[in-house]
Every structure is written in structure tokens, then in C-alpha cells.
């Protein structure tokens, strides 16, 4: 009889303590009721809605031809993926497939429509007022929560399932300061000049659009849809105009910050400085939720852009390669003199006649210059050598632009991104050191060379450090491997909705234990990945995305959010819970 009761008493103590080393599930006594839920929703003024995935109407039982013929035609559009809560950027993060739980657009009409990854409920907040009422509603209740801003996360950090999902995308308000004036610890006021208060649902463009009309440019990235204070900002936030000014998050002045206990903070240098460093590249969805940050405008002011490319057959593969060493070569001086930008490197397009090029292009932005000529002759090292590898096949064009806001305006005068497929990413920093060494960029071209080639594979290297993020640096939790970068390098592979999960595993099996282990070694346990574009199942994501850095993120997050309200994937503290986040390990 003892033994028994000792035995309930166990039973029920390990019952317990799993009820609270878990979020609470859908089916299970701790879920909210109906009208909890229905008191939750006043509280955010009815802007609580209960979410299908967006492919609901394109399976049975619920099939509908006219609306699913309306959402696939909205399908690629990033703007209205942004807007849709049932909707992420990358369907691949929409789906659970391993739990065969998926509901793409493409897939066929009986295959029955599972959740996957998508929210239960989706809280639209339109005010820190809003916020702060989810976040109370979520802790009471030990629901899962999540952040969605634009949902253009490569690593499925704004999706998760049985979750509650608060969207920032109907915050979009955008305010100019001539003066931003902070105020320290003792209420004083201090001085930041010229900055623009974001609210957390801006997109890029509409930023741009409304930063240009003042004749004043910002730190942002080359995206329509990314949206610059959630996880772009937090995550570092990389830009052509960064040589120049910076890292976006270099730029931050303040954040409005509704953390885990639902407080509403201002954070910044001299209020919470603890999470103002945090916040600056510590990664989205972790230290609470940011309903605004101000940063930085300058007056804007003219470009020079360089663009470079050439084409050969693919069978002159070692002229190639050549080709691509001797870019490496010189891209510390370029990027010295002033020049950020990107550049592809594709080895394998397949033409119609059944041959193939290997081609590559690149542009380098010169901000605050009208010098076109001297710009030009930056170059003519670099064309000289590409001639003995390419021939007469290099073009160079220098262009002058009055202002950032044309470029901005050409490279994004389409509606939106293209975005609805499926993509896994891979990504390494190469640092300035490296390229400067003897054999540096032979060795670079010979690792890259052997990343997968097949047809419309793509390389691409983001020359977007350097300048002031290399030597005016700011103390912030930025991956301090930024500060050496020269070329942050990606790949990115994808496969479509009828991929079987072998398929899948193995294209980002290769990305993880093929391919980026010959990028890894090209500086061994040195520098690191940008988390924003970084391999979805990075090992050892804390050292790769944060360096030294991570000890102090970790403490902060503890400080902050003990309970973990607030994880997402390969997040800080993300190690302390399984994969999905919904249960404490260890
Ligand atoms: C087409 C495209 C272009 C890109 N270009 C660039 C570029 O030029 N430079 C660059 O640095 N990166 C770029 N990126 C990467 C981009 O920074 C990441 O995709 C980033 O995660 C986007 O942040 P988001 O808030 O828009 O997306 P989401 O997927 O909505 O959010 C990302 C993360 O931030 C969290 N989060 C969102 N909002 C908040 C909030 N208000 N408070 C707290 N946490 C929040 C989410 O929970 C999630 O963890 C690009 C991506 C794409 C798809
Ligand atoms: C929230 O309230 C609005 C307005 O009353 C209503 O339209 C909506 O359906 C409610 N949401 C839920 C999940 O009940
Ligand atoms: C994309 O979606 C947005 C928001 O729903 C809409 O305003 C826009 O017209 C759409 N663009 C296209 C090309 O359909
Ligand atoms: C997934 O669901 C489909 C459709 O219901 C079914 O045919 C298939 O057997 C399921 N697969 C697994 C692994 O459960
Ligand atoms: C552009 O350069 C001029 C001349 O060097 C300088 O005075 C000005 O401050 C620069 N503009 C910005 C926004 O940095
Ligand atoms: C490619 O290689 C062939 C054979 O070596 C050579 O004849 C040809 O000139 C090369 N083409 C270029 C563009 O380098
Ligand atoms: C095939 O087409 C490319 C351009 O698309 C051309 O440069 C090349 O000479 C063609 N090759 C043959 C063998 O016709
Ligand atoms: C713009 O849209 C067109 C047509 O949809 C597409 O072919 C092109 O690649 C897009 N350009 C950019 C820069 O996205
Ligand atoms: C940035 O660093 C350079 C070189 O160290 C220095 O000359 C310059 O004054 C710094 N600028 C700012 C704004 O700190
Ligand atoms: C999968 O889909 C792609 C594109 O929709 C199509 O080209 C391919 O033939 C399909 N494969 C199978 C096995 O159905
Ligand atoms: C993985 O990489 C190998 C070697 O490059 C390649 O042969 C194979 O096709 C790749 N598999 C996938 C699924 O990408």
C-alpha cells in the first residue's frame, strides 16, 4: 500500500513537473477556454483571429475552386505573405513534413490540409497596448507565442506549431525627428540629431519611399518586404549602405520594448543598456517584442555604382575559377576605397543551343562621391588580370546616380519580392586577413569551386562590411566577425512542393555536412555566419552567430526571460528546449 502511494505521489510529481516544463497544448485542461479567448480578443480590439494556412481552400474536404484559384495567384507576392498570419515567405517553413503535415499551394487537392507550423491564433496588434495584453494572455495561460513581422525568416524563426503568433504587420507607423532626443537614466534629454521612429510592421520600401520624399537615406537592406525592426534589425542588419554608415543595428538609437513580464520599456544607451547591446544583433524573437526602434537618417547624397561581369563556356572551367581568385584578390582594395555591394557567381547556366556559361556579375556602390572617372580607374587592376583568364569578355559600366533613393528606386520599382518556395540557405564571413594572405583567394575560388554546380546554382557574396562597420565599432552584441568581414558568402538551395522528406533531408544534409564544412575550413574556428542568412541547422549556431559574444547574450536572456517565453530556432537560450521550442530538455 506505502509503495503505491509512494508510487501516485512519483507519478504525479513527474506529471507536474512535465506540465510545466512544457507550453500547454491544444487538447489539453490548461488550454484556454472559449471565452478566454473571446477575452483576449477585446482586449485587442477584436484583432484576434483564428488561422487556417493559406492553402486551406486548395484541399479537401474544404476545396473551393475560386479561392484557392485567388490565393495561388497571390502565391508568389511576399507583400501580401507579409500581410497573411496563415502565410510564411518560405512555404517550406508553413509545413511540418517529417509529421506529414503540410498544405502547399501546388500539392494535389486530396492530400488532406495538415497545420504544420502555422499559428492557432494570430494577434494583428496595432499597439504596444496590444502587445502587451498578448503577452500577459500568453505567460498566464503557458501558451506558446511567436513573432511574425514579415515572415521572411530563413531558419523558421517566425513560425512554430500550436502556437499563438502576434503580427506586427498592421504597425506601420513612421516618424521623423530633426533632433531625436533620448532620455537618460536620470531623465535628461540627450541629443542624437536627425532619426526616424519605425514601427515594428514597416517594410523596407515603404520606409525608402518614406525616408526619400525627405531627401534622407538609412541603413536598410535590399529587400521590398524585409521589415527592418524585427529580425533584421535585431539580427545585425547588413546593407550597401553599411561601408558607409555602418551596420543598421549600429544605427539604432532606441527600441520601445514589451518584454516578457509585459512591461512596456524604453531601451537605450543609458535605459536597460543591458538589452540596448542585445537587441543589436543578439537575434529576433528572444528578448521581447520590439514595437519600435528610431534610428539614424543622413542627408542623402549621390552614388557611383560599379558594374562588372563577364561570361564564359563552362568548359573553360579553370579559366573560370582564375577569374573568380583574381576578384578575390582585389576585393579588399575595392571595398577599402568605399565600394559595397553583391555579387553571383553562377558556374553552371544551361543555354538553349545545349551548351553552358559560367558567369559572373557584381555591382559596388561608392556612396557620397561624383568622382566617376577616379571610381573607373579603381577598377582597371582588376579588368587587366580578368583579361588573361576571360579574354575581352569583361564589361565595366560606371554610373552616377544623384541620390540612394533612385537606386533604391530601380532596384526595387517591382511590386514585391518573389517569395512562396521552398529554400534552405548555407553561409560563411571571409574575413579581410584572409584575403589579404598569399594564397587567400586561390584558396577561397578552390573551396567555392567545389560547392555544387548544378544548373542556375548560385553563389553569392554580400560586400557589405568593411568601412565604418570595420572602424568605427560600436559595442553591441553583433556577431564580432562582421567587424572582419570582407564577403559574407551564401548558397541557397531549394526543391519543389512534390519533394519527397528523403529529397528534402538530403539537399540540407548536403548544405550542412557537405558544403559548409569546405567553407568552415577555409578559416578554422574563426569568424562565422550572419544568422539572418544562415544554414537553418547550423552546428554550433551560438559560436558561428555570436563568437564571444554568447556568454553575455545568455546571461541577458536569463535576466529577461527566465521562463522562455520567448524562443525561437537556433535562438539564445534555444538550447535549453527542443526543437520546436514547446518543451524544457536536460
Ligand atoms: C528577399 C530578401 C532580402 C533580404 N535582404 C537582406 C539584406 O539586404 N540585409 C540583411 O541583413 N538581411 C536581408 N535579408 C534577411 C532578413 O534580414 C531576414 O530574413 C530577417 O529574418 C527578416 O526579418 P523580419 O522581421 O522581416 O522577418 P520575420 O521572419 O517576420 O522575423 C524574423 C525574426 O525576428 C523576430 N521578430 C520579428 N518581429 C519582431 C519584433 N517586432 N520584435 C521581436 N522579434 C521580432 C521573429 O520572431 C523571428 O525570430 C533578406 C531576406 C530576404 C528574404
Ligand atoms: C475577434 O473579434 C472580431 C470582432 O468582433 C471578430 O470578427 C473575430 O472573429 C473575433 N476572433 C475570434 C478568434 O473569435
Ligand atoms: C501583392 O499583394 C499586395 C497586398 O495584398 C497587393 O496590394 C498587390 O496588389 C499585390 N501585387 C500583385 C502584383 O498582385
Ligand atoms: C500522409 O498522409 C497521406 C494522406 O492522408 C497518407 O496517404 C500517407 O500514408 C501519410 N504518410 C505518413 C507517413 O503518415
Ligand atoms: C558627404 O561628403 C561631404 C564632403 O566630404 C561631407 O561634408 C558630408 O558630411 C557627407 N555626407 C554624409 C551624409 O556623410
Ligand atoms: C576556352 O578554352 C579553349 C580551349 O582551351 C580556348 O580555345 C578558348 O579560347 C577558351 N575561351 C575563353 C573565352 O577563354
Ligand atoms: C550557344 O549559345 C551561346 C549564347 O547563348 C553562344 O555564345 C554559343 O556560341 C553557342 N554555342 C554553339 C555551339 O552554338
Ligand atoms: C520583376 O518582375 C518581373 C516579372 O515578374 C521578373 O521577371 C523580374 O525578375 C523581376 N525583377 C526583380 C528585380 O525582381
Ligand atoms: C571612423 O573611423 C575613422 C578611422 O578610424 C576615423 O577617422 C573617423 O573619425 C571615425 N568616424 C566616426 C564618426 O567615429
Ligand atoms: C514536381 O514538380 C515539378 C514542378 O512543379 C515538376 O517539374 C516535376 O515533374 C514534378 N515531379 C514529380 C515527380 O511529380
Ligand atoms: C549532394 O552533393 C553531391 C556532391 O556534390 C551531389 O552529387 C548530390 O547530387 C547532392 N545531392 C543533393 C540532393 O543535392
Not at 541603413?219 to 525592426?229: D, N
Not at 521552398?422 to 574575413?431: C, D, Q, V, Y
Not at 551564401?490 to 569546405?518: C, F, M, V, Y
Not at 547550423?538 to 556568454?551: H, L, P
Request: with cysteine; proline share 4%.
Amino acid at each position: 500500500m506505502l509503495r503505491l502511494i509512494v508510487l501516485i505521489a512519483f507519478l504525479a510529481t513527474v506529471a507536474l513537473c512535465h506540465n510545466r516544463r512544457c507550453h500547454c497544448r491544444p487538447y489539453e485542461p490548461c488550454w484556454p477556454s472559449d471565452s478566454r479567448w473571446q477575452a483576449l480578443n477585446n482586449s485587442i480590439h477584436g484583432n484576434l483571429v483564428a488561422v487556417r494556412p493559406v492553402g486551406y481552400e486548395c484541399h479537401d474536404p474544404a476545396f473551393d475552386k475560386t479561392a484557392c484559384e485567388e490565393v495561388t495567384a497571390m502565391g508568389r507576392n511576399s507583400t501580401w505573405r507579409a500581410a497573411h498570419p496563415g502565410a510564411l515567405q518560405w512555404q517550406n517553413w508553413e509545413a511540418l513534413p517529417a509529421a506529414n503535415q503540410t498544405c502547399y499551394l501546388e500539392s494535389h487537392r486530396p492530400l488532406p490540409c495538415g497545420q504544420g507550423r502555422i499559428s492557432l491564433y494570430s494577434a494583428m496588434v496595432e499597439s504596444p497596448e496590444h502587445i502587451q495584453n498578448v503577452v500577459r494572455f500568453a505567460r498566464r495561460h503557458n501558451v506558446r507565442l511567436v513573432i511574425k513581422n514579415s515572415g521572411h525568416d530563413f531558419s523558421g524563426r517566425s513560425s512554430t506549431p500550436q502556437s499563438l503568433q502576434i503580427s506586427t504587420n498592421k504597425m506601420k507607423t513612421i516618424t521623423f525627428f530633426d533632433n531625436f532626443m533620448a532620455r537618460n537614466t536620470h531623465g535628461a534629454p540627450v541629443s542624437y540629431g536627425s532619426a526616424v521612429k519605425i514601427g515594428a510592421g514597416v517594410l523596407l520600401k515603404d520606409l525608402y519611399a518614406a525616408v526619400g520624399a525627405k531627401g534622407l537615406a538609412v541603413v536598410g537592406g535590399l529587400s521590398h518586404t524585409v521589415g527592418i525592426a524585427g529580425g533584421y534589425i535585431q539580427g545585425g542588419g547588413h546593407s550597401f549602405l553599411g561601408t558607409w554608415k555602418g551596420m543598421a543595428s549600429d544605427n539604432a538609437l532606441e527600441f520601445e520594448l514589451i518584454t516578457a513580464s509585459g512591461d512596456l520599456l524604453t531601451v537605450n544607451e543609458y535605459q536597460h543598456s543591458d538589452l540596448f547591446w542585445a537587441l543589436r544583433g543578439g537575434g529576433g524573437g528572444t528578448f521581447g517584442v520590439v514595437a519600435s526602434v528610431t534610428v539614424r537618417t543622413f542627408s542623402d547624397v549621390p552614388v557611383e555604382r560599379a558594374s562588372l561581369l563577364f561570361q564564359i563556356s563552362t568548359e573553360n572551367g579553370t579559366s573560370f575559377w582564375n577569374a573568380i581568385r583574381e576578384i578575390h584578390s582585389h576585393l579588399p582594395s575595392l571595398n577599402d576605397a568605399g565600394g559595397a555591394g553583391y555579387y553571383n557567381i553562377v558556374p553552371n547556366s544551361p543555354q538553349t543551343n545545349g551548351t553552358s556559361v559560367s558567369s559572373f556579375d557584381m555591382v559596388l556602390h561608392f556612396l557620397n562621391r561624383t568622382d566617376q572617372e577616379v571610381v573607373r580607374h579603381l577598377f582597371t587592376p582588376l579588368v587587366l588580370s580578368l583579361r588573361k583568364y576571360v579574354g575581352d569578355g569583361v564589361f565595366l559600366a560606371v554610373d552616377s546616380y544623384s541620390q540612394t533613393r533612385e537606386l533604391f528606386e530601380e532596384y526595387l520599382h517591382n511590386g514585391s519580392d518573389t517569395t512562396g518556395g521552398f529554400i534552405i540557405l548555407g553561409s560563411r564571413m571571409i574575413s579581410r586577413d584572409f584575403l589579404a594572405r598569399e594564397q587567400g583567394p586561390s584558396r577561397l575560388s578552390m573551396a567555392l569551386s567545389k560547392l555544387r554546380q548544378e544548373p542556375g546554382d548560385l553563389i553569392r557574396g554580400h560586400v557589405v562590411a568593411g568601412g565604418r562597420v570595420a572602424h568605427n565599432i560600436t559595442y553591441t552584441a553583433l556577431n564580432p566577425a562582421w567587424r572582419k568581414t570582407v564577403t559574407h558568402i551564401s548558397i541557397g538551395h531549394g526543391w519543389n512542393a512534390n519533394a519527397t522528406l528523403a529529397d528534402q533531408k538530403a539537399i540540407q544534409a548536403n548544405i550542412t555536412n557537405r558544403e559548409l564544412p569546405i567553407l568552415k575550413s577555409l578559416e578554422p574556428g574563426k569568424m562565422g555566419a550572419y544568422l539572418n542568412e544562415a544554414d537553418a541547422n547550423e552546428v554550433d549556431f551560438q559560436t558561428s552567430f555570436w563568437g564571444e559574444n554568447y556568454d553575455r547574450l545568455y546571461e541577458v536572456k536569463q535576466k529577461w526571460d527566465a521562463d522562455g517565453l520567448f524562443i525561437t530556432r537556433l535562438g539564445v537560450g534555444s538550447e535549453d528546449w527542443d526543437e520546436e521550442g514547446f518543451c524544457r530538455i536536460g
